[in-house]
T-cell receptor, first 114, second 112 residues
Framework: KAGVTQTPRYLIKTRGQQVTLSCSPISGHRSVSWYQQTPGQGLQFLFEYFSETQRNKGNFPGRFSGRQFSNSRSEMNVSTLELGDSALYLC?????????????FGEGSRLTVL | SQQGEEDPQALSIQEGENATMNCSYKTSINNLQWYRQNSGRGLVHLILIRSNEREKHSGRLRVTLDTSKKSSSLLITASRAADTASYFCATDLTGSARQLTFGSGTQLTVLP
């Protein structure tokens, strides 16, 4: 069974631009969560999607948004990039209902904002 | 902001020794999980312990949970160089198993 796939793995943007990151969950998993990891703030929850609906949202500004498609693939978007948005963005999938509670993480998308 | 604190922040040991790292959290939980992260990579789930459990084992891993003290510990026995990684505890403080609050992490270095 293929794992969680995130694309792109690395990208460089400049301030003011926008970026879209993609996540393909494990086959059969209906929940996709997104986390931001920075040296200063650590791992922080962004949002979670289940069956194309956002179920939970972390404490991030509206510049951070996401969506989930009918095949459970998810995208997150960050608009008007700021230097502080430089981070490793991690996607995690899970069954969403029942299951073990374990999250399966992708390798992440490392965003650098210049 | 992070809700969990882990200590030590960094730990360096020799191969074959045991490594213990601790995690504290602030509010009631349903379960607590431990994850490992190799440098710059994704997180790998190690073990989950439910709030009604006190101890759990998985291979060389032993996790304890003390809900009265709101703390957990992860013990790795007979450490190997391949265990070198950052270790994070994660709790479902909001009651959602998929909205995890991660601790600050312990960087473990196992010297050959």
């Amino acid at each position: 069974k293929a794992g969680v796939t995130q694309t792109p793995r690395y990208l460089i943007k400049t301030r003011g631009q926008q970026v879209t990151l993609s996540c393909s969950p494990i086959s059969g998993h209906r929940s996709v969560s997104w986390y931001q990891q920075t040296p200063g703030q650590g791992l922080q929850f962004l949002f979670e999607y289940f069956s194309e609906t956002q179920r939970n949202k972390g404490n991030f500004p509206g510049r951070f948004s996401g969506r989930q498609f009918s095949n459970s693939r998810s995208e997150m978007n960050v608009s008007t990039l700021e230097l502080g948005d430089s981070a490793l963005y991690l996607c995690a999938s899970s069954q969403g209902q029942g299951g073990t509670g374990e999250l399966f993480f992708g390798e992440g998308s490392r965003l650098t904002v210049l | 902001s992070q809700q969990g604190e882990e200590d030590p922040q960094a730990l360096s040991i020799q191969e074959g020794e045991n490594a213990t790292m601790n995690c504290s959290y602030k509010t009631s939980i349903n379960n607590l999980q431990w994850y490992r992260q190799n440098s710059g990579r994704g997180l790998v789930h190690l073990i989950l312990i439910r709030s009604n459990e006190r101890e759990k084992h998985s291979g060389r891993l032993r996790v304890t949970l003390d809900t009265s003290k709101k703390s957990s510990s992860l013990l790795i026995t007979a450490s190997r160089a391949a265990d070198t990684a950052s270790y994070f505890c994660a709790t479902d403080l909001t009651g959602s198993a998929r909205q995890l609050t991660f601790g600050s992490g312990t960087q473990l270095t196992v010297l050959p």
